[in-house]
């Protein structure tokens, strides 16, 4: 006899089980599942919602981070405006403080040339003045020896010695701003 022959003689279908198979097998897994139900099932929630937790926690605080490190980059990009604003105003006040000292010192420059010029020029006209009662000494001096000679007579008299010097240097006065005209024609 063949297993197929012991199958059909006892009255059942090959594929199919018998009733105390399924029954049992029934039992067993309403227990199984019970046990999946009550022990595996929470505690594998429990992990899964931990997990959840932490990664709602982590977006959260990556949420958190990336909104401070935002508000960092706007305090920084605020600061660094801020800083360019304020390095602008010290270079146009420094500009400005440049063109004031510039100006002071072109002030004092002009003052100072102001000051050694009228110094020259009154230094200029005291030797000139130390000249001309030099040259007065000097040519009254000559003048009166030259026309005690031409003259004959001797002019010792201070007076009139005196008005042969100033009418000597008067002619000699009016002679001097016609030779450098007459130079400048000849030229």
């Known amino acids: 006899m063949t297993p197929m022959t012991v199958l059909a003689a006892e009255g059942g279908h090959p594929l199919i089980p018998a009733v105390y198979d399924i029954v049992w097998s ?5 227990i199984i599942i019970f046990a999946f139900w009550k022990v595996f099932l929470p505690k594998f ?15 959260e605080k990556a949420e958190k981070v990336q909104a401070e490190a935002d508000a960092a980059l706007a305090e920084y990009q ?11 105003r010290l270079r146009a006040e420094a500009q400005e403080e440049g063109a004031q000292i510039i100006a002071s010192m072109k002030q004092q420059a002009t003052d100072e040339s102001e000051r050694i010029i009228t110094q ?4 200029i006209e005291a030797e000139r003045q130390s000249a001309m009662v030099s040259l007065r000494s000097e040519v009254g001096g000559l003048a009166t020896d030259l026309a005690s000679r031409i003259v004959g007579e001797s002019l010792a008299d201070d007076s009139r010695s005196a008005n042969v010097v100033d009418r000597f240097i ?7 701003p016609a030779a450098p005209a007459s130079a400048s024609k000849e030229v």
């Open 45 to 59: 929630r429990a992990v899964l919602d931990e997990r959840s937790s932490a990664i709602q926690g982590g977006i």
């Open 26 to 30: 029934a039992v067993c897994f309403a």
């Open 120 to 123: 020259a020029k009154s230094q």
């Open 78 to 88: 605020k600061q660094l405006a801020d800083g360019r604003a304020e390095a602008a």
């Open 170 to 176: 008067a002619d000699l006065e009016a002679q001097t």
